[in-house]
């Protein structure tokens, strides 16, 4: 059993408790892989080498499917193919083999997957339901010689739930007239008109197309050359419908992330409200609007095929100005945590909140500290050995205030909220190892935030031994960013600006290895 030490100490005119935690650990039972220095505890990342977007997202059968971009010999870009692992929860993994390979027509970008239970692609023989997967091929030798059409659209099959694939012999089966980025397809089955719709993006816009068996595509419509945002170049798409929280409304939702362009620098997600008629998606949207504010989420999709009909999102947890530069050695780059994604409407705006699935919650382990009150104007220290491998949880007006994570060398991870600029910030300047890449540590990273608009605001905090997620009223409001730390964070400094109200912690737990 662990015990707490509390340590009384005066601070800013009362007395303050600092908690101080020795936990015992016992070598001789700890797993004797992913050891190595910032390799996520809880959330996914490859055995070794390169990782980028995550692909084929599908659930079939019991098995959640999470293909991603591979580099199989190199922790920096290389040719890409298709990795693969299997999960029952979504937050426990199974590697798998390389499921796709390079062949005659290039590298296999990203895509999506689909469960084609009707059989429409005639590739089940014997009453076989079908998995199908839609990618782009990328011609290097294309690209090389300067010719814009080096991009097209390829699909595959597996009639063992995703244990081996065969590629279509009619590949490519979308061909490419000259769209230099052509790219990304997204496909689902739509039921008002029976039949696959595939979103793409073409440089600075989507494009539609829809087919009756998945290997002859028709041409439907453009959207977005003048909305949103168009700081780079368009990438991964993903439509689909959500019902609007607490009415009997639904709004169709379209996901593009851009690179680059996003509000905090380099790789972002941005998303649009609605409707999707079968042949042209329309949204009277005027501004951008971000999934996540923070630097390091960007190509995420959802799930195809989910049971109960939720809309599961995961995304690459990295960003293209340092992503080939993190300090990593044997493997590089994690996914986020999944979330669950929701709609909601906030005045006559309608607002995509992402918030961790409730299988994360089963991670948690030990309380190490739960109850903490920070009167205004005050200013409490918790000290834990395991705050790198936690959730915190607490409560704050939104008004001025401070959440700070410390290790013994003086690197610092600071979240604060000013509201006199309705401004929630994440700087991690002082973090650890900045200095690999100009872009990393430079600025702070910040999310605007109406406290007329928020009430009361619930924090939900994810550290892992590379990363902090921070989710603001279930998902309202998020940051997701990396952070490379020389020594592991020991020390929680919470202080309280003069909100008139207490700060609670309600909890800081333990998240449980998932390896």
Known sequence: MQKAMVVCVFLAGFMACKETRKKKVD????????????????????????????????????????????????IVWGPMHWGHAVSKDMVHWEHKPIALYPDEHGLIFSGSAVVDRNNTSGFAKNGETPLVAIFTYHSMEGEKEGRTDFQTQGIAYSLDNGDTWTKYEGNPVIGNEGIKDFRDPKVFWHESTKRWILALVAGDHAKFYASENLREWEYLSDFGKNQGAHGGVWECPDLFKLPVEGTDEEKWVLIISINPGAPNGGSGTQYFVGDFDGEKFTSDQKEAKWLDYGTDNYAGVTYNNVPNGDRIFIGWMSNWDYARDTPTQVWRSAMTLPRKLSLVKMGEEYALKNFPLEQVDGLTAEMMAKDVRVPSGGKREVVLDGLNQSRIKLRTACKDFSITFKNHLDEALVLSMDSNTNMFRLDRTNSGQVEFQQEFGNKHHQMPLDCSKAGELELSIFLDRSSVEVFINEGLWVMTDQIFPTAPYTILIISNGQSGQDILLEGIETMQTIW
């Open 27 to 74: 070598e001789g039972q700890e797993p004797q892989v992913y050891k190595e220095q910032y390799r996520p505890q809880y959330h996914f990342s490859p055995p070794k080498m390169w990782m980028n977007d995550p692909n084929g997202l599908v659930y079939h059968e019991g098995i959640y499917h999470l293909f991603y971009q591979y580099y199989p010999d190199d």
